[in-house]
């Protein structure tokens, strides 16, 4: 499994991502600069947490139109695989392969901590390795992860499956209290049509070692890596 | 020519920054506001002398750019 990370200037989780990738495959990621209209012929393509461009004019809106994502959109399109993480999921959403917005978060404050995330289904490349219902503990930390889409959206969302992860208690029920940062329907992450494109706010990486104190991550990285290959 | 953009949340999307400029005016003794929206303004300085080209160039940056049509209403001054 050989996947890219895409550097913007302003990311900061690329090299968390590719270690965590590294660990789970085997294989060291390419790193692909904003600036490269081009780059080789890879299994998964991951977008990472940060702030790209300082995040000028709106979260992930100056990424989304740099050189890189016109290559990264027209592969994501034809199917490859595509995973974007916190400022990376912006960035989809930016770029129109994700439906959907991230807002400010509802209380204003930059969020930075474990939270638990239900996984709504196992069926697909980047779920594969958990069953549907059950709890993992992953990381946040974002000031803008506050998902908004139209009413209509959300439902065609909920109806197709499409809702990866949701912020849930260890239980897994879904309360106000769980969601940290005001997201419609307690939406932590979504798939597009296809399920080839995966856009979540938590930070797998940050606990994919047990050294950083958890593995729910290496979970995560594990099971796609088996999924592709 | 001279333009300017002004870009503001959707009616209906949650204004957490407004919300809490709201709050703010309420304890500084401003009783009388009812609600607040932030919003941004981009000044655009345009080689494009004729207002209809440039308001159909500025058409597009939005749609492309400057706004985000989820959650972005925008409306163009052109000076």
Redesign the interface.
Request: aromatic share 6%; proline share 5%; net charge neutral.
């Given at each position: 499994m050989k996947a890219a990370v895409i550097v913007f200037p302003g990311s900061n989780c690329d090299r968390d991502v590719a270690v965590a990738l590294e660990q789970a495959s085997g294989r060291k990621p390419v790193m692909v600069w904003h600036r490269e209209g081009d780059f080789e012929q890879v299994d998964l393509v991951v977008l990472p947490g940060g702030f790209a461009y300082g995040d000028y004019?709106?979260v992930g809106?100056m990424a989304a139109?740099s050189p890189v994502m016109r290559e990264v959109k027209r592969r994501a399109e034809r199917g490859v695989p595509t995973l974007g993480i916190c400022n990376g999921f912006q960035v989809l959403?930016?770029a129109g392969l994700l439906?959907?917005?991230l807002?400010?978060?509802?209380?204003?404050q930059f969020v930075c901590k474990d939270v638990h995330c239900r996984i709504e289904t196992g069926q697909s490349l980047y779920t594969s390795a958990f069953a549907s219902g059950e709890t993992v503990r992953w990381p946040v930390g974002h000031h803008d992860g506050?998902y908004?889409?139209?009413r209509n959206t959300l439902d065609r969302l909920e109806g197709e499956g499409r809702i990866a992860f949701r912020y849930a208690e260890p239980d897994g029920s879904l309360t106000e209290g769980a969601n940290p940062n005001?997201s419609a329907r307690n939406i932590a992450g979504i798939f597009n049509e296809t399920k080839s494109v995966l856009g979540l706010m938590p930070h797998p990486e940050r606990l994919a070692d047990s050294a950083l104190g958890g593995t729910d991550g290496t979970r995560f990285f594990k099971g796609l890596v088996e999924a592709l290959r | 020519m001279k333009a300017r953009v002004h870009v503001t949340l959707k009616s209906?999307?949650?204004d957490?920054?407004g919300k809490?400029i709201g709050h703010a005016l309420h304890s500084l003794g401003f009783a009388g506001v009812r609600d607040v929206r932030q919003g941004k303004v981009i000044e655009l300085d345009l080689e494009e002398s004729d207002p209809n080209k440039a308001r159909a160039a500025i058409e597009a940056m939005c749609g492309?750019?400057?706004a985000?049509p989820?959650?972005e209403n925008y409306t163009i001054e052109l000076a």
């Amino acid at each position: 499994m050989k996947a890219a990370v895409i550097v913007f200037p302003g990311s900061n989780c690329d090299r968390d991502v590719a270690v965590a990738l590294e660990q789970a495959s085997g294989r060291k990621p390419v790193m692909v600069w904003h600036r490269e209209g081009d780059f080789e012929q890879v299994d998964l393509v991951v977008l990472p947490g940060g702030f790209a461009y300082g995040d000028y004019l709106r979260v992930g809106a100056m990424a989304a139109h740099s050189p890189v994502m016109r290559e990264v959109k027209r592969r994501a399109e034809r199917g490859v695989p595509t995973l974007g993480i916190c400022n990376g999921f912006q960035v989809l959403t930016e770029a129109g392969l994700l439906p959907g917005a991230l807002m400010r978060n509802a209380s204003l404050q930059f969020v930075c901590k474990d939270v638990h995330c239900r996984i709504e289904t196992g069926q697909s490349l980047y779920t594969s390795a958990f069953a549907s219902g059950e709890t993992v503990r992953w990381p946040v930390g974002h000031h803008d992860g506050n998902y908004f889409a139209d009413r209509n959206t959300l439902d065609r969302l909920e109806g197709e499956g499409r809702i990866a992860f949701r912020y849930a208690e260890p239980d897994g029920s879904l309360t106000e209290g769980a969601n940290p940062n005001g997201s419609a329907r307690n939406i932590a992450g979504i798939f597009n049509e296809t399920k080839s494109v995966l856009g979540l706010m938590p930070h797998p990486e940050r606990l994919a070692d047990s050294a950083l104190g958890g593995t729910d991550g290496t979970r995560f990285f594990k099971g796609l890596v088996e999924a592709l290959r | 020519m001279k333009a300017r953009v002004h870009v503001t949340l959707k009616s209906g999307v949650l204004d957490p920054q407004g919300k809490a400029i709201g709050h703010a005016l309420h304890s500084l003794g401003f009783a009388g506001v009812r609600d607040v929206r932030q919003g941004k303004v981009i000044e655009l300085d345009l080689e494009e002398s004729d207002p209809n080209k440039a308001r159909a160039a500025i058409e597009a940056m939005c749609g492309k750019l400057l706004a985000n049509p989820v959650i972005e209403n925008y409306t163009i001054e052109l000076a």
